[in-house]
């Protein structure tokens, strides 16, 4: 976890992403050698696995869902996310993050 981009590749499994290219798009400072070191960092310390070129969430890796969903629910409520009045949009991310997160 103390690489800089370990957390966003995590997140981004759970959300589908699987793929090497997948994992770059949209991602200004992460370079193809950062990528592939990070990947394999994760691989190494068993939060990943690496299968016919796709890579998917050990279940030590998968035991990060819960972090994952607090982080973006403290993001929700306690960082600037609008009015009072948009409770209704914060929970429909909450509910959002919950279905990815597979946190019930």
Same mark, same amino acid.
């Given at each position: 976890?103390?690489?800089?981009?370990?957390?966003?590749?995590?997140?981004?499994?759970?959300? %589908?992403? $699987?793929?090497?290219?997948?994992?770059?798009?949209?991602?200004?400072?992460? +370079?193809?050698?950062?990528? +592939?070191?990070?990947?394999?960092?994760?691989?190494?310390?068993?939060?990943?696995? $690496?299968?016919?070129? @796709?890579?998917?969430?050990?279940?030590?890796?998968?035991?990060?869902?819960?972090?994952?969903?607090?982080?973006?629910?403290?993001?929700?409520?306690?960082? @600037?996310?609008?009015?009072? %009045?948009?409770?209704?949009?914060?929970?429909?991310? $909450?509910?959002?993050?919950? @279905?990815?997160?597979?946190?019930?």
């Amino acid at each position: 976890m103390s690489r800089k981009w370990t957390i966003v590749l995590i997140r981004d499994m759970f959300t %589908g992403k $699987k793929y090497f290219r997948e994992f770059s798009e949209g991602k200004e400072g992460l +370079s193809n050698t950062v990528l +592939s070191d990070t990947l394999k960092f994760m691989e190494e310390n068993g939060l990943i696995i $690496k299968n016919n070129n @796709e890579y998917h969430l050990t279940s030590k890796g998968l035991r990060l869902n819960r972090i994952l969903y607090e982080m973006a629910v403290f993001g929700l409520d306690e960082l @600037e996310c609008g009015e009072e %009045g948009d409770l209704e949009v914060i929970q429909m991310f $909450k509910d959002y993050y919950a @279905e990815i997160f597979e946190v019930k």
